[in-house]
């Protein structure tokens, strides 16, 4: 999962959304993170908790499979994340009764008011994740494809990302389908384990 979807599993527990949402840029042990408050160290934890849990999914396994099967091969489950992000906005009233602009609302407040906590990497991509109104861009298939780009960019090795929305297109309804089912796992999953942490 990208940015998005990581909010959205933490939308209940708004405390944890900054965590959750820097939690890339902790890198290492987490014992080493035992300064920061509660609330940012269950953000990370949770964040490690949906990494992992993605990138065993079998869904998102047969995701990336389809990428590499055109010959994408290192950014295949990157493009299965932002892609994921896509999903969830395209169809938000599923999975929320309030509005996206108003959960983006909620995403800026809890980090801004916890940004003195996190890493000062994310701080700058979060600066420029503003600036640009990159949340804004996931709902459809241009603003995907600016993303994309944005992101083959950062990666700093030649890649297929803007490859991977052609794929997209064409094999939308079976990619979906998966998206679908690993949402329903996800939440049931990701619920009882923020359950435990906090």
Known sequence: MNFIG?????RNQPQLIAGNFAGDSYKGNLD??????????QGIHLHRFIDNFTDTSARIKSVGKIFQNEGVTKVA???????LDH???????DYSNETYADFIQIIYKETDKNLIYLEEEFCFLYRKLKQYKWLY???TEEGIEMILWQFSRRLGFKNDLLKCMEIYKREKDTIDQ?????????LMNSKRYIDDLI
């Open 6 to 10: 990581h909010a959205y599993i933490a």
């Open 32 to 41: 080493k993170f035992t300064y920061l408050p509660d609330h940012i160290q």
């Open 77 to 83: 489950f990157i493009a299965s994340d932002i892609l």
């Open 87 to 93: 999903y969830i906005i395209k169809n938000w009233s």
């Open 137 to 139: 861009q996931y709902d």
């Open 178 to 186: 998966h998206f679908k089912i690993f949402m329903d796992e996800i």
